[in-house]
């Protein structure tokens, strides 16, 4: 081969590699502009919810919508008996499903040598992640309502922690994945039992990723209407009593919201600004604990 025929092939590479970088950074330009087209819009809709709920629900904030329970249209009523009734049956529902969701995520990750359980166990899980909660509305009807003859707040918060315990044990094993087998080694060379591995190396580590599936799993279940329909049912009158029917905040929405009264057409939009604001102001405590938590103990 000749000195000519080596300097056109090496010119021709050349050439076909200048073209090909060109290529490649129209592509990336192409894409990153894509994806900042995409964060405006995911944005853009954000800012459009909160500026919607905002102007039309702070109209009906007042103290009265504090200390009044809901009554009858045109009579002054509030949301106090709502507000109360949602937090008791979403608290409760944290409650009884971290736990059972955090030693699940625990089970599935720490000991998946169980190979036949594990898979059954996670599939169900998943199952319960796309489940609509409806259906589970009207599963704890047939098991709880209906054999107790009554509707009752304790139905809606089992109701709630069943949408909440399939988050939970999804969130914990994908975290603890994640921690480097590295530590858990290092633990178990200077003789740590098992179990404190768990909770002091492999727990800790992930605890932020588990509480933020804790706070998406409480931001779920607490605008969740269907599952209480048939459970808690709702009540106008002042009750936190767990056996009895009790309001909450997604059930009076939904009943004020398709009213023909005004002022209960408002109240619709200041609970829904009210779950809004509790969910991320808790975000953001939760946030802020943590960071403030991490650096503390590093």
């Known amino acids: 081969m000749s000195a000519q025929n080596v300097q056109v092939g090496a010119a021709d590479g050349w ?31 954000l800012f459009s919810i909160l500026w919607t709920l905002v102007t039309r629900g702070a109209a009906g904030l007042s103290l009265s919508t504090f200390l009044h329970s809901t009554a009858a249209p045109g009579s002054g009523g509030g ?3 709502a507000i109360v009734g949602s937090c008791e049956q979403t608290l409760l529902a944290a409650l009884l499903g971290t736990p059972v969701g955090m030693l699940t995520g625990i089970y599935l990750s720490e000991f ?14 998943d199952m319960m992640l796309s489940v609509p909660s409806i259906l589970v509305g009207l599963f704890v009807y047939l098991v709880v309502v209906e054999p107790a003859g009554h509707f009752s707040g304790m139905a809606g918060t089992l109701a709630l922690a069943i949408l909440f315990i399939p988050i939970v044990v999804r969130t914990t094993e994908d975290m603890l994945h994640l921690v480097p087998r590295a530590m858990r080694e290092a633990a178990y060379a200077l003789g740590a039992p098992g179990w404190r591995v768990i909770v002091s190396i492999c727990l800790r580590a992930a605890r932020g990723g588990i509480m933020t599936g804790i706070l998406l799993a409480l931001a779920r279940i607490s605008g969740e209407t ?19 029917p009790m309001a909450s905040l ?35 405590f939760a946030r802020w604990w943590l960071s403030r938590n991490g650096t503390a103990s590093s």
């Open 15 to 45: 050439q076909r590699g200048g073209a090909q970088a060109v290529r490649r950074r129209i592509v990336e330009r192409l894409i990153n502009v894509l994806c900042g087209i995409a964060t405006v819009v995911v944005l853009f809709l």
């Open 79 to 81: 949301l106090a008996n």
């Open 112 to 125: 998946s040598h169980d190979g036949k359980i594990v898979s059954f166990v996670r599939f169900v899980s």
């Open 226 to 244: 269907a599952p209480l329909l048939f459970t808690s049912l709702g009540n106008l009158n002042w009750s936190i009593n767990l056996n009895a």
């Open 250 to 284: 997604p059930v009076t929405i939904y009943q004020y919201a398709g009213s023909a009264y005004d002022d209960w057409v408002q109240m619709a939009w200041t609970g829904a600004l009210l779950i809004t604001v509790a969910v991320l102001a808790t975000n953001i």
